[in-house]
Structure formats: C-alpha cells, structure tokens
C-alpha cells in the first residue's frame, strides 16, 4: 500500500522531470555513522548511536512544524548524513509520512552498500523513497582502505541488484577520485565496474582534504592536482561513451535521471532543512540549525530556537552567486556574463555558445573557478 501523498514508482511516473523553478525541497539530516571516513567533514558521528531513537523523534516534531508551514508540496526530498540507510523502514516511513509531497515527487536516501537489503529497500519503497543514491566512492579494496570506508567492492552489485528487484528506476552511484593510493587505472577499473551495473546516475567527486580530517593530518595522503584533472577526463570520457552526459562538473546522468533536488541547489531554488546542522533558504534568507545531535534534541525538547546562524545576500551578492553556480553546469550563463575580450582571450577554449548562453569545455571544467572568477 502506497502512502497518502507518493506515487508509486511505474514504468510511467514523472519521478525523474528535470527540476523547475517552481520545485520547492526538503532536507532531512541523519547524522549517524557507523565508521566515520578519514575524509569526512560533514555533521557526522559513529559514537551517537544510542541516540537514534530519540533524533527520529526530534526530527518528526520538528518535521510536523516545517510542513505545516510550506507554501506549497514539496517536489523533491533528500536524506543524507552521515548514513541514513542505518535508519529502519518504520524510522524512514515514520519521517516520510508527515511531509506533504507533490504526486510526482523526488525522494532520495543516501545507501551505503553494505547497508542494502531487500528487505530495507521493500520497506523504503513502501515508505515512498523512489531514488536512492549509494556511497561507492572505488571498486578497489586498497583504495577504500586509504579513504577509511568499511565496505568491499563486491557489495556494490549485489546492493543495485537489491535496488533493482524493488523496483527503483532511479539511483546514483557515488564516486571520490583522487586518493594518494589510486592509480590512473586503478580509477578506471572503477569506471569500468561502475559502468557494467549500467547505472542511471553517477556522481564522481575530487576528493577535497578538509580541516579536521584525518586525512588533513596526513600529507602523504593528500592528493595531486594533475593527477585528479587526468582521472577526470578519463572520467567525463568514459561516461559520454557510455551514453551518459554531463549536467553539472560532478554529475552525469542518463536521459531523465538528473537528481532534481541537486539542481534546486545549482539554481538557487528554495529549500527547507531538518536535522542537526541542516540548511533551509528561502526567499533569499539562508539559514542552518545547531550543528550537534545533543544540542539539536535539546532544543525540540526544550521548545527553543533550533537556528544556529543565518545570512541573507544582497542583490548583487545574490547574483553573482547565482552566476557561480550556473556557471558549473550545462544550462551555463548568460553570455553577457563575462566580457568578450575574456571569451576570445585568457578564456579561449574553457567556454563555448550553448544554448542561450555560454558553456564550460572540459578543459573549462577543471578551470571553473578561473572561469568563475572572471564573472560579472
């Protein structure tokens, strides 16, 4: 029985249209892990566990405010971490349950692979995610091992094999390049293996050394610019021949797979966070709750204030922003946005005319922020 509120997932349902300015998403945090990576910064911890119960309960208190207070249904939903797949079917559908959804809905949970379960993923299916996105980062065990993940690379097929008998349509594969103990063709038996599951999505990102991380601590283990910009190219190569095309630097997609919630962020559309540490905007305000699951529980408990910070842009701020981000994807910038003697000269070759505007080259891609730099 399908939930008041979600399609089911056909063979028909418009569960992957192309984000619109009218899209309006929900976040929902889940911060726990059960093995924190060396490289993860994000709002994530692997001895909170005890406290799941009482965050889920939190989160649905705060979750029946948030809805209550939209304008409208919500387009798209995602759950991250830290690990959301360490959450039951009955946490999921209890979360879920009290969003108001437009019929047509995007909603992604962040799997890990060793996570996967046909049972979770009939209960997650019941509870109305339609996507979900697995953290694969290599297909190498050595490399895995370098970058702290617990997982063995023959979870990955059998967890889109368990995606598949469900019945998700739409699911992404997420990748990291770039770790000091990956070769170039370490990276591309990755592809090669990632690209067999002939999966709808994929997402490769450079692995970025934040402070904090064990991996900031470690300088042998940072990773090398040229060696990251070849296994991109390799990467945007390999995917084009596998019939995949590029919408954002990070992200390619097969037609109608492109992950709407994501573009909602690209385009500076409005969006609501639940969860410790998560980010709302609308209306060009941005704001973020505290940032630890203690404090966050504290404050539903205690009927206080849940925000911990906020920022609102002025006009021109705003724009440039919203050029910055553009600029990253496919749909690309006005070409008003940057100077003719910039296109024809120290740009020649990184932006080309698409569409109505301009569009980065890969070459421009592993050039973006010069490119964006020269934004006006």
Sequence with gaps: ???????????????????????FGIYIHVPFCGHRCDYCSFAAWDD?????????????????????????????????????????????????????????????VEVNPEDASDELFDRYLAAGVNRVSFGVQSMAPHVLESL?????????????????????????LDLIYGAAAESVDDWRRTLDMVLALEPPHVSAYAL??????????????????DDQATKYLITDEAMTAAGMDWYEI???ARPGHHCRHNQLYWSQGEYLGAGCSAHSHMEGRRWWNVRTPERYIAAIDN????????????????????????????TGVPVDSLRPEDVTGVLDGLVVPGGDGLVLTVAGRLLANEVALRLR
């Design 1 to 23: 029985m399908v939930p008041i509120g979600f399609a089911p997932v056909t063979s028909d349902s418009p569960v992957d249209r192309v984000a619109s300015a009218s899209d």
């Design 148 to 172: 702290g993940r617990r997982h063995d690379p023959p979870s990955v097929p059998v967890a889109v094999g368990a995606a598949r008998r469900a019945g998700f349509r739409s699911f992404n």
């Design 303 to 330: 009927g206080t204030d849940l925000v911990a910070g906020s920022e609102e842009l002025d006009p021109d701020a705003r724009r440039i922003e919203g050029l910055q981000l553009a600029v990253r994807t496919a």
């Design 48 to 108: 909170r566990g005890a406290l799941t119960g009482r965050y889920v309960d939190a989160l649905g208190r705060e979750l029946d405010t948030v809805v209550a207070s939209l304008p409208v249904p919500a387009t798209s939903v995602f759950v991250g971490g830290g690990t959301p797949s360490l959450l039951t079917g009955a946490d999921m559908a209890s979360l879920l349950g009290r969003l108001q959804l437009s019929a047509d809905a995007e909603v992604t």
């Design 250 to 252: 990070s992200n390619w």
């Design 208 to 225: 970025t050394v934040e402070a904090g991380t064990p991996l900031a601590t470690d300088p042998l283990r940072h990773p090398d610019d």
